[in-house]
Structure formats: C-alpha cells, structure tokens
C-alpha cells in the first residue's frame, strides 16, 4: 500500500517509537506519526524548532530527537517538545545527524559547527581545531568498540575513540564520492559506508576493501543510508 504524506517535498528519514509507530522528517512539513492506521502531522505549532527535520532518533527512554535545519535539536517526551539551539550551547542550529553512545551521551552532526556531545546538562563541542577534518558533518556512527565514525562534507573518514579525532583514510574522490551520508557495521566489525555518487564502499579498518556502484547493480551512485 502507498501513502503520498508529503507530496511536495519528500520523505528524509524514518524511525520506530518504543510503541512501533512509525515516524517520518519532511523536508519542509514537519514530522507524521504513523500508528498502523492513521497519520498524525506535527509542525512548527505543535512546538517544532523548524519544519525541515532531515534526521530522527528514538533513544532508549523513549524520547524521539528531532535534528532540524534552522531549528537546531528537537526531544519530543510523548507529551511536549524542548528546543536546543546555539543559545542552548548546541555548536549549530542545523543538525544533520544523532548518534547516543553506549555512556548514554547524545552525539550531533551539524552542518557547518561540527560535532555536539550532550550529557544531559550540557554541551560539549568540537571542531576543526579538535581534529575534526571539516566543520560541515554528514553522519555519525558508534561500532561495537565504541568508536564514533563520523561522515563530512570531503571525502575524509574520521573516528573518535573517546580522547581524540584521528584521520583514517582520505577516500578516493572519483570512485567513492565526495559525502559520507551513513554507515553501517557488519558482523566481521567492518565499516559500510553510504557515499554521495560513489555508491557503497566497505572499510576493514585499513582500507576500503569493497566497492558497489551501478556498474554493480546498485540503482543509483547516490545512496542516502544503509
């Protein structure tokens, strides 16, 4: 069955509540919970920071985090909505991914003030003077030794192990793409990454050791997640 609940502007990103109802970002119409049955709609006069919400993330809790672009961060608690924004101390208002690692810290992509932990309390930031490769960031990703991966605008793979930044690999531009959108950990521990015009490129934590585009059979070059 198909259901045309944004029809203008398109569907960004999905994610499942603790109840199994579906939620949807819009591009510019705000959020839709769907229960099984029903759509609900949620925008700016519901209590959003800004209708464009390209990333989604339910945490363990059963808070739902919106990251918005022009809005900054959105938790939604079932019952109201709480805005975090630069005056907040988050690093950027446009927030383009949301990871939690396994410490319980809340970790935010932004697209143009790097990267925001948050404890709970307060935020932490870090940038390109941190060893971040680039201050616009794409995707963030914990694998199963705890490490946050973190996709930018370049073709630069970086991790974080909880002290410091450090550079992995500089990505082929031509045949891996210029954008690290997401990534993926299989159960060998290898790294599968989600590139713009590249299509997937898989990472053995040495070197890229897979390659699938269209020459392959994947659709399109352009893959957005995994």
Same mark, same amino acid.
């Given at each position: 069955?198909?259901? @045309? ?18 939620? %949807? ?51 939604? @608690? ?14 950027? @208002? ?5 990871? !939690?690692? !396994?410490?319980?810290?809340?970790? %935010? ?7 925001? !932990? ?31 991966? %973190? ?8 991790? %974080? ?10 990505? @082929? ?54």
């Amino acid at each position: 069955q198909t259901y @045309d609940i944004a029809p203008y502007n398109g569907i960004t990103s999905v994610v499942e509540d603790r109840n199994g109802h579906l939620w %949807f970002g819009s591009y510019d119409n705000g959020v839709y919970q769907f229960d099984g049955e029903h759509f609900t709609r949620y925008t700016t006069r519901d209590g959003l920071g800004h209708n464009y919400v390209p990333h989604l993330f339910s945490d363990r809790e059963g808070n739902l985090w919106f990251g918005t672009w022009g809005g900054g961060l959105c938790r939604y @608690d079932g019952w109201r909505y709480s805005n975090y924004t630069r005056d907040n101390g988050l690093a950027h @208002d446009e927030v383009e991914a949301i990871c !939690r690692s !396994r410490n319980g810290d809340m970790w %935010f992509a932004t697209r143009g003030g790097g990267a925001s !932990r948050y404890d709970g309390h307060t935020f932490t930031n870090y940038d390109t003077s941190d060893g971040l490769p680039h201050n616009l960031l794409w995707a963030i990703y914990e694998d199963r030794a705890a490490n946050l991966w %973190f996709g930018s605008n370049g073709t630069q793979l970086t991790r %974080f192990d909880g002290e410091r930044f450090s550079a992995e690999i500089n990505l @082929d531009l031509h045949s891996v793409g210029a954008m690290i959108w997401s990534f993926c950990e299989d159960r060998h521990g290898h790294l599968w990454l989600a590139t713009n015009g590249g299509g997937i490129a898989c990472y053995d934590g040495e070197q890229i050791i897979k390659r699938f585009t269209r020459a392959d059979g994947l659709p399109h070059d352009v893959v957005w997640q995994l």
